[in-house]
């Protein structure tokens, strides 16, 4: 039976109002700045040619706003090149004016190349195009330059509300640094090992921080626990890095009232690639189903026939937000070997004791052992996967008695769904004896999803399959 309707996956899209901030607001204005740039860079371009040099009939099939057909198309594609380059984000450098050129250039010359093959015989005006050309680089930084230049002045009499987590003894320090050398406003406090309990959570909320600044945070996968807990609500997360391992974390380095610190950065266009990742579960257990119709009876029979007992085994493993559902597997094992386990706990070979292996499990059967060896087994899933219990691709659902053995950091791994396979799966998969490293997997996956790391995981996840690797 599958579970209820449970809590979004933290990649969801979350609502507009934790959205709609400052930076998101900026972002806009640049974009705005950069269209008001083009739309004023044709308008004289074309103004200055009008007589000499005119548009060719041709290219002008429509107008809005005095401006042709042609000169809309090209500037979706320019802004489109201009996002794709990362020049939209707040925190922008003085180089992203040079890069903004060099974008707008590259677009007005692969414009001019794509004309040129579509139609050789496209008479653009040279003096035109170039025109625009130069006109479109100048405004486009000129408004920019404006709008970064308003910002900062309207930030600066708008001080961040910052909630700082730090060592006591460093707290008193920190906060009179910031409010003195950063424009930062202290709203509240808490010790650091106190970082990821939920008093602290809700302490910040209450304050509605914009931002929480942290020193001396213990291990870093408490970092990541906290990140993803802010992100929820649309809050920013700064590092005052303690150790020379923060300063490889993802993020931003920046100097901030003369200390060093980092920026974990949140993804800033979200929800449309997780909703395209649920649409591909979707569409690929769809397909996986039918092309494996045949083999799916294959393998019933084959189980009926060499072992009593049903085809199918069901367990309840925790999903997300630590919701119990039942994830199905083709049955490898006896009937009875639940009730077998107990038995054989001294015999665990996982160095920690929060996974269960036993590599000659006795209670396998002898098909079980070939469909282990070859995660045939594991194909039922994609019935988990329609149904919204699982991914394709995420962190591995666990059985109870697994997640009861957990420290307390380990659970991060259920604030996104569960998947068939995911980068612990391959990396090791059953030679991973070490929760903790299987767990840190986990967490970098989370840190770092993308749907080109999914895609990654799903062709080397079939490799491994096919060569039979890391499997028992």
Not at 17 to 39: C, I
Not at 255 to 267: F, G, K, S, Y
Request: proline content about 6%; glycine content about 6%.
């Amino acid at each position: 039976m599958r579970s209820q309707a449970s809590p979004r996956d933290i990649r969801a899209p979350r609502s507009p109002r934790m959205v709609l901030r400052s930076e998101t607001a900026f972002a806009l204005l640049l974009l705005a700045s950069d269209l008001l740039g083009l739309v004023l860079a044709w308008k004289l371009a074309l103004q200055l040619n009008r007589f000499y040099a005119p548009l060719p009939p041709d290219l002008a099939t429509w107008y809005w706003w005095g401006l042709p057909s042609v000169f809309w198309l090209f500037t979706g594609g320019l802004l489109f090149l201009v996002a794709l380059s990362g020049l939209y984000h707040p925190r922008g450098h003085w180089k992203n004016y040079l890069r903004l050129a060099k974008v707008l250039s590259l677009g007005y010359l692969l414009a001019l190349a794509i004309a040129y093959f579509y139609d050789p015989k496209v008479d653009l005006p040279r003096s035109l195009f170039f025109s625009a050309w130069g006109l479109s680089v100048v405004l486009a930084v000129v408004l920019r330059l404006g709008v970064s230049l308003g910002f900062k002045i309207w930030s600066l009499r708008q001080p961040i509300r910052a909630f700082l987590v730090a060592p006591p003894e460093r707290q008193e320090y920190l906060s009179t640094l910031l409010a003195q050398r950063a424009n930062y406003k202290i709203v509240g406090t808490a010790i650091a090992s106190t970082a990821n309990e939920p008093a602290t959570l809700a302490a910040i909320l209450n304050c509605q921080a914009q931002e929480v600044v942290v020193e001396g945070l213990p291990p870093a996968h408490l970092a990541s626990t906290l990140y993803w807990q802010l992100r929820q609500h649309g809050i920013a997360l700064r590092l005052i890095p303690s150790s020379v391992e923060m300063l490889y974390r993802r993020g931003t380095p920046e100097i901030v009232a003369a200390l060093p610190t980092l920026r974990v950065d949140m993804t800033y266009l979200q929800g449309w690639e997780y909703r395209l990742k649920r649409y591909l579960d979707v569409i690929l257990a769809l397909i996986g189903l039918v092309v494996l119709a045949p083999l799916f009876i294959v393998v019933a029979i084959a189980i009926k026939l060499t072992s009593p007992g049903p085809v199918f085994f069901r367990q309840e493993r925790v999903g997300l937000h630590g919701q119990v559902f039942q994830m199905w597997k083709f049955r490898t094992m006896r009937a009875d070997a639940p009730q077998l386990q107990a038995q054989l706990e001294a015999q665990n070979e996982a160095a920690d004791g929060i996974l269960f292996k036993v590599k000659n499990d006795p209670r396998r059967t002898r098909l079980g052992s070939f469909l282990r060896k070859t995660s045939i087994d594991e194909l039922p899933q994609l019935f988990n996967v329609l149904w919204g219990d699982m991914s394709l691709v995420g962190p591995r659902p666990l059985p109870l008695r697994d997640v009861a053995r957990f420290h307390s950091w380990h659970h991060i791994r259920h604030q996104v769904m569960p998947g068939i396979t995911g980068l612990w799966q391959i990396s090791g998969r059953s030679q991973i004896a070490d929760f903790d490293e299987a767990a840190r997997l986990d967490l970098y996956y989370i840190d770092n999803w993308s749907l080109n790391l999914d895609l990654e995981i799903l062709v080397e996840t079939v490799r491994i399959v096919l060569v039979g690797s890391g499997a028992y």
